[in-house]
């Protein structure tokens, strides 16, 4: 089952045992999390990990990580065609 938690993140049971990745690759959104928690800068990220993502993308990130902490993480649970 796929569901779209946001416009750039997913979880899909057949992409990376069903953790949250950024639509379209298999990064995994931790991993990003873990990146900058280790003090990178989001550009830093860009351009020296993940080149196809954007800041968008990573700000989207943050965003869901503190609605997961704050217990407000909500999921639509619609299926989407793969």
Known sequence: MRVEVSKYIV???EICHGKPTFKGTRILVSDVIELLAAG??????????????????????LNWAAKVIRGEHYVKH???PA
């Not at 990178?40 to 990130?61: G, H």
Request: no cysteine; glycine share 0%.
């Open 78 to 80: 619609t299926e989407v």
């Open 11 to 13: 979880i899909d049971d």
């Open 40 to 61: 990178l800068s989001i550009k830093e990220i860009l351009t020296d990990y993940y080149p196809s993502l954007n800041e968008n993308m990573v700000k989207e990130a």
